[in-house]
């Protein structure tokens, strides 16, 4: 697996790789969160088909073929996998359902040391599916595209094992902070470790780059964050890095505007803001030495669009010319109209950077 990894290496980087290293790029790389999904025909169509969301991001060829939906209609420069942050769940002891009302059902939470019994190191062959569907998405995209891999962070995966599902209160996690931490700690610990040995896994199956979706770490106060989740995603870091030195990585917290400075410590290549923070403030915060994704407010894709082409440049000209990957902030929503995702991704093509060309220290600016 891994020298096929390296053979596929051999040419160059794809735009976005280069992007979130922060080497000179001659327009803002664009992809989209939830990019392949319901606002797709195709994908509706196909669903009706497959209705378990189970079978759709469980199946090799059905994972492929969705993931590859948005790259034959809209050619973005990033090409994520159809997949979900609970996937490798039952590879380290925790089944789970998906209601199609409801969402992820965990039949038996984990909020105690018996509960704890149930894991175990996770089951790399039980993700056959990620891996042949990666190697599949590295081959038909070749380096026209960066393909994506992801994970959810510890905290975020945590709040599904112990709530049991989805929540809107947080209250039994954040309550076990307090009545039972050393239990939270063996969780988060547990879920460092299995977390970065899928990050690498996908990486030697042909991700170019990886996106942590800490989803519900801006559920926490940035004080409360600080403890129970920055430490397991530095630890992901840390070893990801020494075994994947060239691998970019990403993180993205939904309600990241009082954690900016916290997400840059953590070591990763780059920040994805979502839409409520300004990207020129968002910027300033974190410098010019880490890069940013980001932030286009997924509802502009619901106005007009010469509306949504002033705000695409307005976001690319405050995140400078160096280390940005254009992006929503927030995944694609519900019924979303296409013509708009297309125009999104034409209007990403049509940016380029000014390079100067007397070798001055002058930044490269925007030229629309």
Known sequence: MASWMFLLKDGSDPLLVKAARGEPVSRPPAWMMR??????????????????????SETTDLIVEISLQPWEAFRP?????????????????????????KGPIIQSPITSEEGLKTLHPIDLEKLHFVRESLKILRSEVGDHAAVLGFVGAPWT????????????????????CHTAPHVLRDLLSHLAQAITEYIVFQVESGAHCIQIFDSWGGQLTPEMWELWSKPYIEEIVRVVRKKCPKTPL????NGNGGLLERMKGTGVDVVGLDWTVDMADGRKRLGSGIGVQGNVDPAYLFSTLPAL????????????????????????????????????????????????????VEEPKLVA
């Open 35 to 56: 990019q392949a999904g319901r606002y797709m025909a195709v994908y509706r169509k196909l669903a009706e088909k497959y209705p378990s969301f189970r079978e759709r």
């Open 77 to 101: 420069d990033g090409v994520i996998i159809f997949s979900d942050i609970l996937t490798p769940l039952p590879a380290f002891g925790v089944p789970f359902d998906i209601d199609d009302v």
């Open 157 to 176: 995966i945590a709040t599904y094992i112990v709530e049991g599902g989805t929540t809107r209160t947080y209250t039994t996690i954040k309550r076990m």
């Open 250 to 253: 990403v993180l993205y917290i």
């Open 309 to 360: 082409t002033e705000e695409i440049q307005r976001v690319v000209r405050c995140a400078g010319p160096r280390g940005h990957i254009l992006n929503l902030g927030h995944g694609v929503l519900v019924r979303t109209p296409e013509e708009a995702v297309a125009h999104f991704f034409d209007v990403s093509k049509t940016l380029k950077y000014d390079v100067p060309q007397n070798h001055s």
